[in-house]
C-alpha cells in the first residue's frame, strides 16, 4: 500500500518538474524570480501545492493555530464582540476572513457568537477571500450551517441576510468596503517572496531556472527585478551589503504583502486589520546572524530548507515583517494600534481561566484522556519557544476610528491580568 503511494508520489512529482521545466523554458530568459516561482508552485491552478494538494491538519502537512481545537477561534470571537462595541454596534459589522484554510477558524467564530454573543451575531456578516478553489470548497462543506442554501459561486458583500457567509474576491471587497474587521491567520507568511543575496558590495536577486544536465531547477543571481526591493531595504534604513552584513547574506522580501495591504485598506471603511503570523519586527528579521533567511518548506510536519525538494507537493512560507506591515498601513491610513506575542493576546482574553478551569473538576472534561489532549492544546497554543504557536504576532491597525475610538486599547493588547 505504502509503495504504491509512493509510486504515485513519484509519478505526479515527476508530472509537476516537467510542467515546471516547461513552464521556466517559456519565460523570455528561461527563468523566473524567486518569488514568481514560489506564486507557482503554491497556486499554479494545475500544479500549485494550494490548487492542488494542500492538505492541513494533524494528518496533513502542517497545522496551524485554529486545528487545536475551539478555543483560538473562540477568544478570536470574544475579541471582535469588542471591537462591534467599540465600533457601536455597527449594522452589518462584518468579519472578512482572509486565507481561511478549511474554514475551522470561521466555524468557531460563528458557532461562538452565535451562542453567547446573539445581537452581535445578528449583526454579523461574515465574508471570506480565498485563492485556492480546493479549500473554497472545503469551507463551503465545514460552513454548510452558515452557507445560504443556493449561493452564486462569488457574491457581492452584503448581498445576502446577515450570518450567512459569503466569499469575495478581492475586487468586491475594495468595490464595497466594509465596516468591522479584516483579519487573518498565516495568511501574509503564504505570499510569494523575492529572494535576495549581498554579494561583492552589491544585492543581487535570486532566479530560478532549469539545469538540463541535472534534470532540476537550479538558482542563479541576477539583477533586481524591480526597484521596489532597493527601496524596500532603504525605508527600514538597512543596507545589507556593508558590515555587519557579511558577503553572501541572504535574505527575503514579501513585496505581495504591500499590495496585499494596499488593498485591505480600500477595503476597510472603518475599522481593524488584524493579522496574527509568525514574524517579527525588521531588527530581529534582519540580524545579520540571520544570514539564510527564514524561507521554510514543510511537508508531512516536517520542515526543511529545501524550496526545490517537492515543487508542488509542499507548503513554502516565509516569516512577516510585521514592522514593514506597520509602515506600508500608515501610508495607507491603517493607524498601528498595537503589537503583542501570541501567547499574551490569548491570555488577555481569556486562555488562562480556560486553563484553570481545566483544574476544577466542576468545569474539567470529565474524561482524563480529553482533559489531557485539551491541556496539551491550550500549552501550545502559549508556547513561546522560537517555533512555538505563542511566539506569533499580533499587530492590528484601525481606520477611520474616533479619537476616543483610537484611544481605546482593546482587550487583546491589555496586559493579561
Ligand atoms: C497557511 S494557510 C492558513 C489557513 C488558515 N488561516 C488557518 O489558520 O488554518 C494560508 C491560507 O491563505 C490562503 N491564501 C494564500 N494566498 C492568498 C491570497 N492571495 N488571497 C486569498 N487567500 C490566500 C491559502 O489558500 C490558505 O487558505
Given at each position: 500500500?505504502?509503495?504504491t503511494?509512493q509510486?504515485?508520489?513519484?509519478?505526479?512529482?515527476?508530472?509537476?518538474?516537467?510542467?515546471?521545466?516547461?513552464?521556466?523554458?517559456?519565460?523570455?530568459?528561461?527563468?523566473?524570480?524567486?518569488?514568481?516561482?514560489?506564486d507557482?508552485?503554491?497556486?499554479?491552478?494545475?500544479?500549485?501545492?494550494?490548487?492542488?494538494?494542500?492538505?492541513?491538519?494533524?494528518?496533513g502537512?502542517?497545522?496551524?493555530?485554529?486545528?487545536?481545537?475551539?478555543?483560538?477561534?473562540?477568544?478570536?470571537?470574544?475579541q471582535?464582540?469588542?471591537?462591534?462595541?467599540?465600533?457601536?454596534?455597527?449594522?452589518?459589522f462584518?468579519?472578512?476572513?482572509?486565507?481561511?484554510?478549511?474554514?475551522?477558524?470561521?466555524a468557531d467564530?460563528?458557532?461562538y457568537?452565535?451562542?453567547?454573543?446573539?445581537?452581535?451575531?445578528e449583526?454579523?456578516?461574515?465574508?471570506?477571500?480565498?485563492?485556492?478553489?480546493?479549500?473554497?470548497?472545503?469551507?463551503?462543506?465545514?460552513?454548510?450551517?452558515?452557507?445560504?442554501?443556493?449561493?452564486?459561486a462569488?457574491?457581492?458583500?452584503g448581498?445576502?441576510?446577515?450570518?450567512?457567509?459569503?466569499?469575495?474576491?478581492?475586487?468586491?471587497?475594495?468595490?464595497?468596503p466594509?465596516?468591522?474587521?479584516?483579519?487573518s491567520?498565516?495568511?501574509?507568511?503564504?505570499?510569494?517572496?523575492?529572494?535576495?543575496?549581498?554579494?561583492?558590495?552589491?544585492?543581487?536577486e535570486?532566479?530560478?531556472?532549469?539545469?538540463?544536465?541535472q534534470?532540476?531547477?537550479?538558482?542563479?543571481?541576477?539583477?533586481l527585478?524591480?526597484?521596489?526591493?532597493?527601496?524596500?531595504?532603504?525605508?527600514?534604513?538597512?543596507?545589507?551589503?556593508?558590515?555587519?552584513?557579511?558577503?553572501?547574506y541572504?535574505?527575503?522580501?514579501?513585496?505581495?504583502?504591500?499590495?496585499?495591504?494596499?488593498?485591505v485598506?480600500?477595503?476597510?471603511?472603518?475599522?481593524?486589520?488584524?493579522?496574527?503570523?509568525?514574524?517579527?519586527?525588521?531588527?530581529?528579521?534582519?540580524?545579520?546572524s540571520?544570514?539564510?533567511?527564514?524561507?521554510?518548506?514543510?511537508?508531512?510536519?516536517?520542515?526543511?530548507?529545501?524550496?526545490?525538494?517537492?515543487?508542488?507537493?509542499?507548503?513554502?512560507?516565509?516569516?512577516?515583517?510585521?514592522?514593514?506591515?506597520?509602515?506600508w498601513?500608515?501610508?495607507?491610513?491603517?493607524?498601528?494600534?498595537?503589537?503583542?506575542p501570541?501567547?499574551?493576546?490569548?491570555?488577555?482574553?481569556g486562555l488562562?481561566?480556560?486553563?484553570?478551569?481545566l483544574?476544577?473538576?466542576?468545569?474539567?472534561?470529565?474524561?482524563?484522556p480529553?482533559?489531557?489532549?485539551?491541556?496539551?492544546?491550550?500549552?501550545?497554543?502559549?508556547?513561546?519557544?522560537?517555533?512555538?504557536l505563542?511566539?506569533?504576532?499580533?499587530?492590528?491597525?484601525?481606520?477611520?476610528?474616533?479619537?476616543?475610538?483610537?484611544?481605546?486599547?482593546?482587550?487583546?493588547?491589555?496586559?493579561?491580568?
Open positions: 500500500m505504502e509503495t503511494l509510486t504515485t508520489l513519484q509519478t505526479t512529482l515527476q508530472a509537476t518538474l516537467q510542467a515546471l521545466q516547461d513552464h521556466l523554458q517559456q519565460q523570455p530568459q528561461q527563468r523566473l524570480t524567486f518569488a514568481d516561482y514560489m507557482w508552485a503554491l497556486y499554479d491552478p494545475a500544479q500549485g501545492y494550494y490548487s492542488q494538494r494542500v492538505a492541513l491538519g494533524q494528518g502537512d502542517f497545522f496551524t493555530s485554529a486545528h487545536l481545537g475551539p478555543d483560538f477561534g473562540q477568544l478570536l470571537a470574544v471582535f464582540q469588542e471591537m462591534w462595541q467599540v465600533l457601536g454596534q455597527p449594522q452589518p462584518t468579519l472578512v476572513e482572509m486565507g481561511a484554510g478549511e474554514g475551522l477558524l470561521a467564530i460563528l458557532a457568537l452565535e451562542h453567547h454573543d446573539r445581537p452581535c451575531f449583526a454579523l456578516h461574515y465574508g471570506i477571500v480565498e485563492r485556492s478553489p480546493r479549500l473554497r470548497h472545503q469551507q463551503r462543506q465545514t460552513l454548510a450551517p452558515w452557507v445560504a442554501s443556493d449561493p452564486p462569488l457574491e457581492q458583500p448581498a445576502h441576510p446577515a450570518q450567512t457567509v459569503q466569499w469575495y474576491t478581492w475586487d468586491q471587497l475594495t468595490a464595497n466594509i465596516v468591522g474587521c479584516c483579519f491567520n498565516e495568511l501574509v507568511d503564504a505570499f510569494p517572496v523575492h529572494q535576495v543575496v549581498a554579494t561583492g558590495g552589491q544585492l543581487r535570486v532566479y530560478v531556472t532549469w539545469d538540463h544536465q534534470h532540476r531547477p537550479v538558482e542563479v543571481l541576477g539583477d527585478s524591480t526597484p521596489a526591493l532597493a527601496a524596500y531595504f532603504a525605508d527600514l534604513g538597512l543596507n545589507l551589503t556593508q558590515p555587519p552584513y557579511g558577503d553572501g541572504r535574505t527575503e522580501v514579501n513585496l505581495a504583502a504591500q499590495d496585499w495591504l494596499t488593498t485598506a480600500q477595503g476597510l471603511q472603518r475599522g481593524y486589520v488584524l493579522t496574527l503570523d509568525y514574524g517579527y519586527g525588521s531588527d530581529r528579521y534582519y540580524q545579520p540571520r544570514a539564510q533567511g527564514t524561507l521554510q518548506a514543510y511537508r508531512r510536519h516536517r520542515h526543511h530548507n529545501e524550496p526545490y525538494q517537492a515543487p508542488g507537493h509542499q507548503d513554502l512560507t516565509a516569516h512577516v515583517n510585521f514592522t514593514a506591515l506597520e509602515q498601513g500608515d501610508r495607507q491610513g491603517l493607524r498601528p494600534l498595537g503589537f503583542v501570541q501567547a499574551l493576546f490569548l491570555m488577555a482574553l488562562g481561566d480556560r486553563l484553570a478551569a483544574s476544577n473538576p466542576a468545569t474539567a472534561p470529565p474524561s482524563l480529553d482533559l489531557l489532549q485539551r491541556r496539551d492544546a491550550l500549552h501550545q497554543l502559549l508556547d513561546m519557544s522560537s517555533s512555538g505563542g511566539n506569533f504576532g499580533v499587530l492590528l491597525q484601525g481606520k477611520g476610528l474616533s479619537p476616543a475610538e483610537q484611544g481605546q486599547t482593546l482587550r487583546g493588547w491589555q496586559e493579561p491580568v
